[in-house]
Every structure is written in C-alpha cells, then in structure tokens.
C-alpha cells in the first residue's frame, strides 16, 4: 500500500477549509518561508524536536543514546540539558531519547505512514464531518511534495464520499497540480509575494510556477480559497496588497480570500529545531490594519475573511 510521510493530525480543525476538519500534515516542502508556521514540516526527513522549557536535566536522553554509545564522544547533544538537536545529520532517528524522556520533551516530527492508517484515522471523525459540512483537509509541509501519498489519500476520501480540501504554496509540476485539482472540492491556494526577487529572498524560490500554476487552475476549479499571510514589512505594503486585490479578482474559481495574520507559533519550533528565527520579533497585525487589508480586497468584490 502506498506510503508517506506525516509529521501530525490535528482533529476537529476549524482553520483550514469549512467545518470541522481532520488536517492531515504531510511532511516536505520546496519553499524556506522566514515566517513558516510549520518549520518542522520543511525537511523531507524525520527530525527531533526538543523544548528545553520542559527539560529537567536528567541525562537520561545521552545515556540511551545510540549514536553515543557508538561512537563514545556523543552525538552533539551534550549540552547541560542534553537538548542540542544540531546533531541530526548523524542522529539514526531511533526513538530512544523520546521514549525515555520524562517530562515529553523530545518528539520526533514525521513518520511513515500508509495509506489505510490515514484513512483509519480520518473516518473516526467523520459524524463532525457531516454534521458540520467539514472533511479532510491534506495540508503540510507542502502535500505535493508527495503526489502518490497525497492522490491515494484523495481517492479513498472521494470512496468514502468524504469532502477534501488541500492546501497548497502551488510550487509543484503543472501536471501534478491539475490531478489532485481533479480529485479535491476545494485547493486552499497561498499567496505569499508577487514580486519575485522578494519572493526569492524570503522563500527560496521563484514565484512565476506559482502565479502560472494559480492561473492554470482558476481555469479549471470552480472553489479555490486563496489564502494571504499579513507578515508586517514584508508583504504588508498598500501597493502590494492592492496588486495581490486585483490579481485575485481576476482569476476563475477564487470563492475566498482568507487573510492570515502572522503570529509568533513560530518561533518556538524553529527554537526546538535548534535553528534561527529571521525574522526577528515582530508584532502581530492589529485589528484596524486587517480591517483595512479585508476592505481592499473586498472593494474587487471578494469574499474576504481574517484567519483559515
């Protein structure tokens, strides 16, 4: 049976596509975005997540260590707390350290999953689905990243006539994008730049596949929700916002503009991912200032809502 990586599944969702959800997060994206608010989702590997509030210094975590007992010297946890996670290209991703700590302080983020498993735990839900007009929503990470994992999914929940939604930075092969657009009621879209150096700068990539894949698209699915971070001093300029309004009246299929305001979530996970956060603190938009984003795009005749 086909498998994938997936790194959690949020039950009772109410954020991501209409309803109560189940979220399926698969593992895996080609984009680097400063803000993420799912950085452990990015690698295409398992990785060890550590929270240093929660760990009381016991050492248990060195003294389980397999690559420490293998090698004598450690594994590049060994700091006072044993929390460093900057050893995971040598780390073989055992468990131990996470089975053995006591206060939960370690988890790994990804594990390998098949189909079935997914669907097993999807169809728990399913009386919140229909009660609620929710479903599944395939979500990551970028879910096509893994198209074979993310079209098996899609086609069983379509068998069990259970609503999809999937969500997308639309940085995938044409041909890819067109399938699952195929096989979901609904592609929840981002939109994070449209000037492609800054999109370069702050993910990585170019964002002229996205806006042709979002084009392609509106041309062929009659509900797709396009969904706006606000990151303040990066895409939050009036002239931006203004192009990114008239750019989404334009297109085919766009039902709703789903503005979602940064927050900090963030910045802990990069933290126990043992990385730099880059962009710094800054503050959450106000209510005003959405305000006002919402009445821009709403001015096109947009449905325009603050959040999922």
């Not at 060994?78 to 460093?84: I, N, Q, T, V």
């Not at 350290?97 to 594990?111: D, K, Y």
């Not at 994070?192 to 699915?221: C, M």
Request: net charge negative.
């Amino acid at each position: 049976m086909q498998t994938g990586l997936v790194f959690n599944v949020q039950h009772y969702a109410l954020h991501d596509g209409p309803g109560i959800r189940t979220t399926v997060f698969l593992k895996g994206c080609p984009l680097d975005c400063w803000w993420c608010h799912n950085p452990e989702g990015r690698s295409f590997d398992p990785e060890i997540l550590v929270a240093a509030s929660r760990c009381m210094g016991c050492g248990r975590c060195k003294e389980v260590c397999v690559q420490r007992k293998g090698n004598g010297k450690g594994n590049g946890n060994g700091s006072a707390a044993g929390l460093d996670p900057s050893h995971a290209t040598q780390c073989p991703l055992c468990g131990a350290c996470v089975a053995i700590c006591p206060t939960g302080a370690r988890e790994i983020a990804g594990t390998r999953r098949s189909v079935g498993e997914v669907l097993e735990e999807v169809l728990r839900d399913r009386v919140f689905y229909e009660e609620s007009g929710g479903g599944v929503t395939l979500s990551g990470g970028e879910p096509l990243a893994q198209p074979a994992f993310l079209k098996a999914i899609l086609a069983e929940c379509r068998r069990h006539e259970i609503p999809t939604a999937v969500d997308t930075c639309g940085f995938a092969p044409r041909e890819d994008l067109m399938e699952i657009a195929g096989l979901s009621d609904l592609v929840l879209y981002d939109l994070k730049l449209l000037d492609d150096a800054e999109h370069v700068r702050y993910t990585g990539a170019s964002n002229r596949l996205i806006l042709e894949n979002l084009q392609a698209l509106g041309e062929v699915h009659q509900n797709i929700w396009l969904r706006v971070p606000i990151i303040p001093g990066v895409n939050d300029g009036v002239e931006h916002l203004e192009a990114m309004a008239r750019l989404a009246a334009s297109l085919g299929g766009v039902r709703q503009v789903n503005l979602l305001p940064y927050h900090e979530t963030a910045v802990r996970k990069f933290e126990q991912l043992g990385e730099a956060y880059r962009l710094g603190r800054l503050a959450r938009p106000s209510t005003e200032s959405l305000d006002c984003v919402a009445d821009r795009f709403r001015a096109y005749g947009l449905l325009t809502k603050t959040g999922g």
